[in-house]
């Protein structure tokens, strides 16, 4: 199973960019993005459940916009109103689980596949 993480690039502040996460091998019920900044730990952003339940850390609540495809293997995250502090690479993860507990999600050690990363860039 392999995660291809595409889609970042270089954006001014207020810009948009649409992150795309491929997997190969099979459908996943849970699929997420982490970000790590120069200097920082890899933190949360967004994840997708199984049935439609998303869930976002509050730094990008009604900017960001997880999604997946009907075929469960692919997951986008739609980035508008971007800041220099979204400034990160950007992670894919997926797992075939799903679960109940949405505090689960938060955490890198609900996912079993890890893309390469991809840059995202903000300037101001």
């Known amino acids: 199973v392999q995660l291809q993480a595409s889609g970042g690039g270089l954006v001014q502040a207020g810009g948009s960019l649409r992150l795309s996460c491929a997997a190969s091998g099979r459908a996943f019920g849970s699929m997420g993005w982490f970000r790590q900044a120069p200097g920082k730990e890899r933190e949360f952003v967004a994840a997708f459940r199984s049935g439609g339940t998303t869930y976002y850390t509050d730094s990008v609540k009604g900017r960001f916009t997880i999604s997946r495809d009907n075929a469960k293997t692919t997951a986008y995250l739609q980035m508008n109103s971007l800041k220099p502090e979204d400034t990160a690479v950007y992670y894919c993860?997926?797992?075939?689980?799903?679960?109940?507990?949405?505090?689960?999600?938060?955490?890198?050690?609900?996912?079993?596949?890890w893309g390469q990363g991809t840059q995202v860039t903000v300037s101001s």
């Open positions: 993860a997926a797992s075939p689980k799903v679960y109940p507990a949405r505090s689960r999600y938060y955490s890198e050690a609900a996912y079993d596949y």
